[in-house]
């Protein structure tokens, strides 16, 4: 089993910037790819960006490419997703999720077992 925990959500501007962080415990050789989702009220969970922890591959929804960078700390099991120039629709609950493996279906929440419980962006 792995946990997963979210924190560094809050409510900003638009054209500000947060960083959200994830950190993993348990069994975390059991995942290589970890990273963000997000959802909004009443839309489906979509992907953010995703790394794959051994080789550093990063993936990206062409929504946020140029404006939000996913990277990692493996010595501390830690993701790190930092987003600038923030939008009203990044505006949502984010979820850090993790898998065994990245592929280019990293988008497809159901492919993911573990989640954490989300914390809250919300840009005006």
């Known amino acids: 089993q792995v946990q997963l925990v979210e924190s560094g959500g809050g409510s900003v501007q638009a054209g500000g910037s947060l960083r959200l962080a994830c950190r993993a415990s348990g069994d975390v050789a059991s995942v290589n790819c970890m990273g963000w989702f997000r959802q909004a009220p009443g839309k489906e969970r979509e992907g953010v960006a995703v790394?794959?922890?051994?080789?550093?591959?990063?993936y990206y929804a062409d929504s946020v490419k140029d404006r939000f960078t996913i990277s990692q700390d493996n010595a501390k099991n830690m993701v790190y997703l930092q987003m600038n120039s923030l939008k009203p629709e990044d505006t949502g609950m984010y979820y850090c999720?993790?898998?065994?493996?990245?592929?280019?279906?990293?988008?497809?929440?159901?492919?993911?077992?573990?989640w954490g419980q989300g914390t809250q962006v919300t840009v005006s």
């Open positions: 999720a993790a898998k065994a493996w990245c592929s280019d279906s990293w988008a497809n929440a159901n492919m993911y077992n573990y």
């Open positions: 790394i794959a922890t051994g080789t550093g591959r990063t």
